[in-house]
C-alpha cells in the first residue's frame, strides 16, 4: 500500500479521471488490473486509467482484494478520509495545543516584564513595542477586542497597497461588531487610487472618513482607552511603537482628534472631483506656511506632499500673485486674506481666488 504522510502536501486531489474510475469500480464491484475493456468504457487512455488508479489508491478509496493482489476493490468515503486526513488532523490538533501552551508560557512573563520596564523608565501606562511585527500583532489583539469605538490619524499622502490590504479583513471584522470607525487622512492622500478604493469599500460597510490640509502626528485609539503612537528613536522615527493606555495621555489623543475632525473635509474614496471640496483648504494651508517662511521640505512634510510637486505648486502660486520672491508671495496672500481661516470651520473651508493644488 503506498504511504502517505502527515504533509499536507503529499495528499493527493481528487479529478475527474479518478472520480469516473472510482464510480466504474462501484458499479462493477471491482476492477482486474487491468482488463482491455476498461478504456473503451470510461473513454479514457489505458495511461489515463492507471494514473487514476493509482491516484484512488493513495487516497484509499481503492484497495487490493485480500489474496488477490491484481484485483481492486472500493472503500468507504469515509474510511478512506478516516486514514488519509486522520493522521494530519491529529497533528494539527497536537501543534495546536502546543502552540496555546506556548502562548501562556511567555505571556506567563508579562507581569515581570511590565514591572520591569516600569521600573526602568518609569513610566506607568506606556509599554514599547520594540519593531514592526510585536506592533501589529498588538495592534490586532486591541482590534479584536476593540467593542464600540476606534479612531485614528494617518498623516501623509496615501497608505501603501500592502498595508491597506493587511488592515482589510481586521477593519470589516471591527465594522460587523458593530464598532463605529473614523480615519482622519491629509487631503493629499485623496490622489491615491489604492487609498481611494480601501476608503469606498470601508465607507459602504459603515466607516467614516475625512481630510484635512495638516494633520498631528500618527495615533490609533481603540474605545478611548488604548492608544498606538509612533516610536521615536534619536530625534527620528523608528520601527515598533508606544503602546498608552495612561488615561490622561489618551483622554488628550482623544480631544486632539475630536478637534481635528470637527474641522475635516468628508472623503467617500470616490475620485471624481476628488478635490472639489478640499482646494481652497489647500490653497489656505500652502500660503499659510509660505507666509511663515516655511522650507520647502518643511511644507511638504506638513502637507503630505512630495518636495517636487510642492515646489511646483510654489511656483504656479507665486506666478498668479505676481509675487517676485517667497517672501513677497507670502506677504500678498496675507493682504489679499488667503491665509484667514473659514468664517465655519464645520461648513468647510471658504473659496480663493484659484484653482487648488492637485497633489502628487
Known amino acids: 500500500m503506498t504511504h502517505i504522510g502527515t504533509d499536507l502536501d503529499e495528499i493527493p486531489r481528487l479529478d475527474a479521471h479518478a472520480v469516473a474510475v472510482f464510480e466504474y469500480v462501484l458499479a462493477r464491484g471491482s476492477l482486474i488490473r487491468w482488463p482491455p475493456d476498461v478504456v473503451p468504457l470510461l473513454g479514457l487512455s489505458q495511461e489515463e486509467v492507471e494514473a487514476a488508479s493509482r491516484r484512488l489508491l493513495r487516497l484509499r478509496l481503492l484497495r487490493p482484494a485480500p489474496g488477490r493482489p491484481e484485483e481492486l476493490i472500493p472503500v468507504s468515503p469515509d474510511a478512506a ?14 501543534a495546536a495545543t ?31 513595542l520594540p519593531d514592526m511585527a510585536s506592533a501589529s500583532a498588538m495592534l490586532t489583539e486591541e482590534a479584536e477586542r476593540c467593542h464600540e469605538e476606534v479612531f485614528s490619524i494617518q498623516p501623509g499622502g496615501g497608505r501603501a497597497p500592502g498595508r491597506l490590504g493587511a488592515a482589510l479583513d481586521r477593519d470589516l471584522a471591527m465594522l460587523r461588531r458593530g464598532v463605529r470607525m473614523r480615519t482622519l487622512y491629509q487631503h493629499s492622500a485623496r490622489s491615491s487610487l489604492s487609498t481611494q478604493g480601501y476608503v469606498e469599500r470601508l465607507t459602504e ?17 481603540f474605545d478611548r482607552a488604548v492608544a498606538f503612537l509612533p516610536r521615536r528613536v534619536d530625534g527620528g522615527t523608528g520601527e515598533g511603537a508606544v503602546l498608552v493606555r495612561d488615561p490622561d495621555v489618551v483622554a488628550y489623543l482623544c480631544r486632539v482628534f475630536d478637534q481635528a475632525w470637527s474641522g475635516a473635509a468628508p472623503f467617500h474614496g470616490t ?9 481652497p483648504s489647500l490653497r489656505r494651508a500652502l500660503v499659510g506656511l509660505l507666509a511663515e517662511g516655511a522650507k520647502d521640505e518643511v511644507i511638504a512634510r506638513r502637507m503630505g506632499m512630495s518636495l517636487r510637486t510642492i515646489r511646483r505648486h510654489i511656483a504656479e502660486l507665486l506666478e498668479e500673485l505676481g509675487a517676485e520672491s517667497r517672501f513677497q508671495g507670502g506677504a500678498l496672500a496675507e493682504r489679499a486674506g ?4 473659514p468664517a465655519d470651520p464645520a461648513a468647510g473651508p471658504a473659496p480663493g481666488p484659484a484653482a487648488a493644488p492637485d497633489p502628487a
Not at 460597510?205 to 485609539?221: K, S
Open 338 to 341: 488667503l491665509t484667514a481661516p
Open 98 to 128: 502546543r502552540a496555546r501552551s506556548v502562548r501562556d508560557e511567555l505571556q506567563s512573563l508579562m507581569p515581570q516584564y511590565r514591572a520591569a520596564r516600569s521600573a526602568q523608565d518609569r513610566r506607568q501606562g506606556f509599554d514599547v
Open 205 to 221: 460597510a459603515g466607516a467614516e472618513y475625512r481630510t484635512a490640509a495638516e494633520l498631528p502626528d500618527r495615533a490609533v485609539v
Open 81 to 94: 478520509a478516516a486514514e488519509v486526513v486522520g493522521p494530519l488532523e491529529a497533528r494539527l490538533a497536537r
Open 271 to 279: 475620485s471624481e472631483a476628488a478635490y472639489k471640496d478640499v482646494g
